[in-house]
């Protein structure tokens, strides 16, 4: 039994709820998006609305996952799933705009469609370059068709923002090292009772998820993540775990390791059409 005034002893910590944004028109088309700001499809929009029916019926029988924020990277195919959902949940909860969460920087790959890379890097690198931690795409260079529309987005970003993130290219290990603030202070919301929704994209999400469950990088690897499918993550307080489980100073560890989905069944059927397609 913890001594008064330990971690242990804290308020019940919050739910995080993450969500990747309902299908966009790039997703449709089988391009890399990164940065570029692209809106829902029509089936995305109808995912969108399908997550907030799934997260309002949950609030409904568990009031603990309603959020007291609803935070979303600032592209518009997120911000715009954000909205929606929020619309149905109770109160509505306030949206906060976080500009760490907006997705990876594929480089010189941006708006190309996969099959382009495939065929001129090889199925070896092509993998490499969308699935490991530490590699980076080739560089977006200025003379890129996609330079002028990803330097527009940069423009619209916060200051802090275009001085955190890389203007080329980014690696997964680097979104995740620009998103350890952002963990940190959500990290501090759970640990006081604030449940949170997090809105973001495929490897933005992939990348908070090392820092929630502690992945090592082999670990997220196989880590996908579908469009329009709420993911719960529960925490508890446990002061006597050791830091590799994912433990720190307020004792909070998931209760289920990579979280679970509010439908499990429509989640698996996402997750087999996504990893068909090549995985997020």
Known sequence: MSP???PADG???????????????????????????VPLSDRGVAEARHAAALLAHAVGRHPELAPRRVVTSPLVRAAGTAAIVAAALPGPPPLDVEWRLVERHYGAFTDTPRSVVRRDHGEEAFWRY?????????????????RAAVDDVLLRLPDAARAGLRPDTESLA?????LRPFWATTRAALARGDSLLVVGHGNSLRALSVLVDDLAPEEVVDL??????PLVHRFDRRPDVDARAGT?????????????????????????????????
Do not use: C, I, K, W
């Open 4 to 6: 008064a005034g330990s």
């Open 11 to 37: 308020p019940t910590p919050g739910v995080l709820v993450l969500l990747r944004h309902g299908q966009s028109t790039y997703n449709a088309g089988d391009r890399f998006t990164g940065l570029l700001d």
């Open 130 to 146: 969308r699935r490991s931690f530490a590699h980076r795409p080739p560089p977006l260079g200025p003379g890129h068709p996609a």
């Open 174 to 178: 680097d979104v995740v090292d620009r």
């Open 224 to 229: 996908d993540v579908p469009t329009g499918q």
């Open 248 to 280: 720190g100073p307020d004792g909070l560890v998931p209760v289920v390791r990579g979280g679970t989905y509010l439908d499990a069944d429509g989640a698996e059927h996402a997750l087999a059409d996504l990893r068909a397609r090549g995985g997020t």
